[in-house]
Structures are given as structure tokens and as C-alpha cells.
């Protein structure tokens, strides 16, 4: 049938579709939001220094080598969890379920780690995930229940089935350190630092130099001390972009997303490429439940994934469900997790000001747009941030532990206009529907 279509052929679109596709950042613009990025960090840091007078020294967390060690720390389950979201979604699946499957990780992980060995854990807690993820497929693909009640579904049977199990199995070992809610201590998994690098940027970040030592505080954590499933992370992340836009396989499972009866008519098993989808996305989530058991605290304990599956999904819809942008929000949100973990209000504080500069550059930018309506509140807002900053020395204690919501909940706001959702997202799907 020489008419028919094909899955490489790129159909045109509505106006408003080029112009999406046209908004897509290129890599010079990346890199330039990046360059700002890093001198807005390092004139904050100056401006904090300067109102500090060298009396508080926690105030050079917000670009050391620490805070970025600990952001990044706190950034891999959160992506984790998001790339699962992307996988599943991709596909038109809907996966509330990832803080469920997340536990499964959790729990899973630890119980086969204390057991047989930290990397044994991995697995587990890997195979815990995916067997979630199937659940999950079984009833939305198979059986076409609703993907949100699924997904809550899910998360509560998590809960429950871990609770359950944790006091059946830890319990018993309280002399080696369980208990109903946790489980008793798991080796720990390799970490690596570069030699030679890590040295030489500590010391340039010691000398607290503009921009210079910033930038080293910032290399200097990404390359000291740096868990296996860290580097791990890195390269699924790596793995995905390269699996779903550049082979076949991907074009298949994001054309599920998008038209599964178009899908279908070209010879794509919709219904396995789902499942796979799914399965995956759980299995991801159930890595990033292992990082929380065994490289965060090394034990399983009772809800440590504390919404980190919502947060992920968060993420993903911030990266607008490319592993890029997921990757920067999962960074975005893993930073200010770890900067009211290590150091409270006072540094939290620093982050006001960040936030109202970043503000400013948006109202600029929505004002070069004519987008005067946006770019006056954007304005407004930087100006109350100003002066609750200038009024203020710290944050309440309150406000400190929701500081990695409150962030979620402002980038989602601005992120909101530019999000496109996978077309077949969420919607029943049957063999021969189309026919």
C-alpha cells in the first residue's frame, strides 16, 4: 500500500504547533540560561556575604561543595520517580502510583540488602517497583480503569502491604536493630570521587571568589563522593532520551501516547508497548525508593518517601515530559529540599532574594513579549520579595519544611503555560476501536 502512512513521517500540524516546536530551547539557549543562572547564585551569595559581615558562615552553603552534594542527593529519587512518570506517560498512561511504587523500592530494597548484600537490594527493590508498575498495567491497559483511582489505589495498597510486612519481618530483629517500622542497618553502596579534580576545587572554592569559587563549589559537589546509583541515575536518564526520541521503540511508545488507534493501524502492539511502558516507569520509581533505603539513610523506614512520587511527577510536568527539563526541576527541587535540611531559616532566607531576582528576569522577559499583564505581576511579586527579604533575618520556622512544596507549587504556576500533555494521555484505549 504505497499511501499508507508511516511512523517517521512528520504530518503537519496547526500554526500553534510549529510554534511549540519552534519554542523548544535550543542548547546555546540552555547554555545561556545556565551562565545566568550561575552569576544570579554568585551575586546573591555576594549580597548575603556582605549583609552577613563574615558572621555566619552557613551562608556560603547556598553554592558549596555541601549543599550541592546534598541537592543532588535529594534530587535523584525525585528524577527517578519523575522519568518513571515520563515513561508511562509517553506511553498515554497516567501514573499516580509512583509513591506507591517508590515504597515498594523502599522496602524491598532494604529487606533484600540487609540479607544478602547492598547491590542484591538494588535489585529487589528495582523488581518491587516494576511489580507495582504491572499492577498498574493490568488494571488501566487490560481492564481500563481509570488511571487516577488505579494510581491512588496503588499508593494505599503500598502502604498497607509494607506495614504489614514490616512487622512480620523486622520486627523479629530488634537486637540488630528493626522494629515495626524499620529495618535494621544495609551496607553501604560505593561512592566515588575524582581524584585530583575534587582536590583542586575545594581549593578554589575556599578562596570565595565571584563567580570563580561558586562555579568550583558547584563542580566540586558533583564529582566528590558521589553514590554509584547516583552515576547510575545519570545515565538512565541519559539512556531514556536516547530510547524514546532517537530509536524506533521510542518513536512506537510515544506514538501510543499520541494516537494509539493511528498506532495500531501501522502494526504497533499498543497493548505491549503499554505494558512495557508502565513496567518500566515502575521499576524506575522502585530505584528511586532504593536510593532513599540504602544511599540516604541505609535503612527502610516507615514513609521516607514523604510525597517524593508526587514531587517527581512534579518534576516531570515542569520538563514538560522531556528528560532535560525533568532533570532541571528534579535539580530545582532537590536544592531547596536540601538547603532547609542543612541549614534552617537563615539560609532559606537566601533563597527569597533568589527567587525575587528570578522573578525580575521573568518580568523582563515577559515585558520584550508585550506580555504586560504577566510581567507586572511577576514584577509586583519580585518587589514584595524584596521587602519581605530586607525586613526580615530569617524564615519561620513554619514555613522552612515546606520549602520544597512551596517551590514545587511556584514553578508549577509559571510553568503551567507551556505545558503539552501526550494526547491519548489517560484516555481508554481498545484493540480495533479505530476499525
Known sequence: MSGAPTLTKTPKGPPGASRAAGGRLSFAKVLLIIAGALITLSVVREIIDQVASGQTP?????????????????????????????????????????????????????????????WTGVLAGVLGGAI??????????????????????????????????????????????????????????????VPGLADWLADLEKHHWFLVSDVAGILGGLVTDISALTVLAIALFAGTFLVL?????????????????????????VYLYKYAAVVTSGALAGLGGVFLALVRSHIYNEGQTGGRGYIGLAAMLFGNWRPGGLAMGAGLFGYSDALQLRSGGTTVHALILLVALGLLALAVWRLTRQHYIAAGLSGLAAALLIVWYAMTDSVPNELVGATPYIVTLLVMALAAQRLRMPKANNRPYRRGQGG
Open 58 to 118: 552557613a551562608f556560603h552553603n547556598i553554592t558549596s561543595s555541601g549543599q550541592i552534594a546534598a541537592g543532588l542527593s535529594m534530587a535523584v529519587p525525585i528524577g527517578l520517580a519523575g522519568l518513571g512518570g515520563l515513561w508511562a506517560e509517553r506511553a498515554g498512561v497516567v501514573n499516580i502510583g509512583l509513591e506507591g511504587m517508590m515504597i515498594l523500592g523502599t522496602f524491598f530494597g532494604a529487606w533484600a540488602g540487609y540479607q544478602w548484600g547492598p
Open 132 to 193: 507495582g508498575g504491572l499492577v498498574h498495567a493490568v488494571a488501566t491497559v487490560t481492564f481500563g480503569v481509570d488511571h487516577i483511582i488505579s494510581g491512588v489505589a496503588i499508593n494505599i495498597l503500598a502502604l498497607g502491604a509494607t506495614s504489614y510486612l514490616a512487622k512480620r519481618w523486622f520486627e523479629p530483629l530488634a537486637d540488630e536493630g528493626g522494629s515495626p517500622k524499620q529495618s535494621p542497618q544495609v551496607d553501604d553502596i560505593q561512592q566515588f570521587t
Open 245 to 269: 526520541w532517537k530509536t524506533s521503540f521510542g518513536l512506537r511508545l510515544r506514538s501510543c501516547g499520541e494516537n494509539p488507534t493511528a498506532a495500531e493501524s501501522l502494526g504497533v502492539n
